[in-house]
């Protein structure tokens, strides 16, 4: 049932995409720095625009989840010293203070 609602899911947007494409299909001047230049549809442009906007966010969610995994991997490592001082303090014999 899962896989069904993706495979409907994907055929949506995908479906959504052509008809964008269709709809939009201009030619447009994209002009950038040094002469550089780039005749292309509209939403050919557009599409370009989203995926280097996903690209920059995902480098730079990806510096996050390496910081929190490195993080996590010290975390741990306190945590496994801290319960194996635990363990030895357990293994002394107590002491009659009185």
């Known amino acids: 049932?899962?896989?069904?609602f993706y495979i409907v899911l994907?055929?949506?947007?995908?479906?959504?995409?052509?008809?964008?494409?269709?709809?939009?299909?201009?030619?447009v001047d994209l002009k950038y720095y040094l002469g550089i230049q780039f005749n292309g549809p509209l939403s050919l442009m557009l599409i370009l625009a989203l995926a280097i906007g996903?690209?920059?966010?995902?480098l730079v969610n990806l510096r996050m989840?390496?910081?929190?995994?490195?993080?996590?991997?010290?975390?741990?490592?306190e945590v496994k010293q801290v319960e194996q001082e635990v363990e030895n303090l357990r293994s002394l014999p107590i002491k009659d203070v009185i």
């Open 65 to 77: 989840v390496v910081n929190a995994r490195r993080e996590l991997a010290q975390a741990r490592k």
């Open 10 to 27: 994907t055929l949506f947007v995908f479906f959504i995409g052509l008809t964008f494409a269709f709809q939009n299909s201009q030619s």
């Open 54 to 58: 996903v690209g920059v966010g995902y």
């Open 1 to 4: 049932m899962k896989r069904l």
